[in-house]
Each structure stands twice: as C-alpha cells, then as structure tokens.
C-alpha cells in the first residue's frame, strides 16, 4: 500500500530566544576584551637593550669643562709674497729648521730690473739738470758782483766830484748848475746800485730755489730707487726669525703673485693650546680662568689667555698658555685633555650629560616606572660634560633614559620590552 508524504510532515512548534543567555554572553565577551586590553602594552615599545637608564643622585656639581686642545707654535712668522716673480730657486724644504737671515728662495722679476735701469736714467738726467742750475748759478753770482762793483766804483767817484763841486761853488769858480747836475748824478747812481742789489737777490733766490727744488727731486728719485732695489733685493727672500719652516710647497717655475701666502716659521721651542668651546660655556669663559693639561700621563698647569667670541658651529675658540715649562717634546697639532675650572664645586641634583640633553634641549625626560617610562617635563641649571644640574621636576633616586630621544618622536610614553 503506499502512503502519502503529507501525512508524514508534521509542522514542530517555534522556540522563544533566551535573551539572558544573550546578554550573559555579551558582557563575557566585554570583560575579556576589557581584560585583554589592560595587559597590552601602552605606548611606543622599545628593547631595555636599546636605552641607557641612569637614577637621579644628589651629589656635588664640579663647575668645569673638559675640552680637546691641541699644540700650536707660541710664536709664529707669516711669509707673504711682497713681489710677483718666477721661482728661479728654492734653498730649503718644508718642515726644515731655518736660521734668522737663511736665504729660503728666489725668484726673478725682468720688469723690476728694466724698472731699476728707467729709475737710475731719470736720476742720473736729473744730477745733470742740477749740475747746469749750480753753473748757471755761480756765473749769475759773478755778474751780480761785478755789476754791483762797477755800480759802487761810479757812486763813488760821482759822490766825490760832487764834494769837488761844492767847494768850488762855494769858492764862485763854478756856477751852481753844475752842482746840481753833480748831485742829480749821484742820486741816479744810488738808484742804480739799489736796483741792482736787489735784482741779484730776487733772482738769486729764484735760482737757489730752482736748486732746492731739483734737490728735492734727486731725493725723491732716491727714495724711488732704494725702493726698486729693495724690491729686488726682496726677490731673494730670507727667513725674519729662526724657527720651523712650515707649509712651504714651492715648485722650481711657479709664478708668485704679491701677497700671496707662501708659509710660515714656527718658534719650535715655545708651544700654547688651542681648543673650541660649545657656546653654552661663553659666559663662563674668560681670561685669566686656569685648569690642567694633559698629555704624555702627566698634568700641566694652563691659564687662558684668549678669548674669539665669534661663534662658529655652535663653539668659539679659545688660547691657553702654559703657566710654567711646556710638556717636554710637544709637536705641533698635539692633543691635549684639558680640564678648565669654571668655578666653585658646590651640592646639586644631578643626572648625567648625555644624547637626551641636546635631543630633548633639557626641558623634558622619559622617566622609568617599572615597565614604562613616562615624559615629563623638568627644569635644568648648569652642566659640564658629564653632569646636568636638575632645578625643577625630578626628585633624588627617580630614574630617568638619557640615550638618545630622535627614535621616539612626539611619543608620551615608552613601553620597555
């Protein structure tokens, strides 16, 4: 017998949803998730490996500051070139101890020599043009004399006819006339005499003057030609000093132009230190301040004895001088450790001076608690190479990361894996 299939299916009534199962789950689901997020790691995750962490101490703050100098001659002699020229010859080497007056180079100059030989024409024409004015002079001389004499001669005797004259009018031989023309004749020769003298003086004047003046120009070609031959002289160029020739590269043909820098002598017995300074110590700095040098495991007392205000790369420079003896065999561009003391040790907080100063510029830290470290800000004071004086915000025992920061960013919060 078949059956049919719509007596087997049979239609099953629905079940309500269990809303509080429902919402039991969901609130499990929220605490684990809650659960989990309290155990992940907040903040930017670095190694401990990675971090140089160091506590904050009380201790005494060493007002001082450690720089690299190194050796430079006491005394150095600059050679500049005076003149142009061609090296014709070259006497010594770089390097080489040389003696005061020690011919080093020369160097030859055609244009000086034809200079020289112009010079000595134009004097020797000018010798000759004051040889003529003396001749001229002295003959002048000699006709103002002899005019002056025949001048004087004639006033003599028209003065004596004249006192003739007057004795014979008196007497009535000769007539009153003649008397006067007599006087009118002496008074023209006294005339005369007078224009005479004083025509040789003007123009005797006018002559010498003509002499003192190409006097004037002989010294002048004088002083023109002692400058040419010392020129040439200086073509042969020898050492001002005794001392160390240095960086002195001239080639056999190399032409020299004026000023040029050519070398320089160092005294090799007599040494001061050179060194630059961060800027953050140019207040602190000054002449007179003193501190150690070492070199060779031994310490050697300096003082500073100049001050270059002029910042160059964040730093200027500074000279020291050796208060007593300089180190036994110091060589130019030595180095030296040397400690400046600034000032006065004296009790502050400290942490130490490391890549988070310039990083953070001193105005925050991370600090370390337990697996995190957190960024806070602070206040700094003073510092020397190794210390950081803390004025604000940190507090004795906290430990702080002084590594570097530029990995980190604007991160708050670093957590230490």
């Known amino acids: 017998m078949s059956h049919s299939g719509a007596a087997m299916d049979v239609p ?3 079940r309500a949803p269990n809303y509080r199962l429902m919402v039991l789950g969901g609130l499990a689901v929220c605490g684990a998730a809650a659960a989990l997020w309290q155990l992940l790691p907040r903040g930017l995750s670095v190694k401990e490996g990675d971090l140089r962490i160091a506590t904050v101490e009380q201790g005494l703050f060493r007002n001082d500051v450690l720089v690299r100098a190194s050796a430079a001659p006491l005394h150095t002699v600059m050679l500049d070139a005076l003149e142009s020229g061609r090296v014709e010859e070259v006497l010594v080497n770089d390097g080489a101890l040389v003696q005061q007056g020690q011919l080093l180079f020369r160097l030859s100059n055609p244009q000086l020599r034809l200079n020289l030989v112009a010079r000595e024409a134009d004097r020797a024409q000018q010798i000759s043009n004051l040889s003529l004015l ?3 002079l002295e003959s002048s001389e ?3 004399r002899r005019r002056l004499l025949d001048l004087e001669f004639e006033l003599t ?4 006819l004249l006192a003739r004259y007057e004795v014979l009018a008196r007497e009535g031989v000769i007539a009153a006339r003649t008397v006067e023309e007599t006087r ?3 008074t023209r020769q006294e005339r005369a005499l007078a224009d005479e003298r004083a025509r040789a003086t003007v123009e005797m004047r006018i002559k010498r003057d003509g002499i003192r003046q190409m006097r004037q120009a002989i010294d002048r070609l004088d002083a023109g030609l002692n400058v040419v031959n010392d020129s040439i002289e200086g073509l042969a160029v020898r050492a001002p000093l005794a001392g160390r020739l240095t960086d002195f ?4 043909g190399e032409i020299i132009k004026p000023e040029q820098r050519i070398g320089r002598i160092d005294d090799p017995s007599h040494f001061k230190l050179v060194a630059s300074v961060d800027e953050y110590f140019l207040d602190r700095v000054a002449v007179g301040k003193r501190g150690l040098a070492n070199t060779a495991g031994r310490d050697f007392p300096i003082e500073i004895s100049r001050v270059f205000p002029q910042i160059k790369e964040g730093r200027f420079a500074i000279e020291l001088l050796f208060m007593a003896d300089a180190p036994p065999g110091m060589r130019p561009g030595q180095s030296a450790d040397t400690r400046l003391t600034l000032g006065e040790s004296s009790p502050a907080l400290l942490i130490p ?5 310039s990083d953070s510029g001193g105005a925050w830290v991370f600090v370390v608690e337990g697996a995190r470290a957190e960024r806070r800000p602070i206040r700094v004071g003073r510092r020397n190479n190794s210390q950081v004086e803390i004025v604000d915000g940190l507090a004795a025992g906290e430990r702080v990361v002084v590594s570097t920061y530029s990995r980190y960013g604007k991160a708050d919060q670093l957590h230490i894996q």
């Open 12 to 14: 099953l009534p629905r």
């Open 134 to 136: 003396r001749v001229d």
């Open 142 to 144: 000699t006709q103002h």
């Open 157 to 160: 005797q028209a003065t004596k």
């Open 184 to 186: 009118d004749q002496v």
């Open 249 to 252: 590269h001239l080639q056999l």
């Open 353 to 357: 001076n490391d890549a988070w100063l």
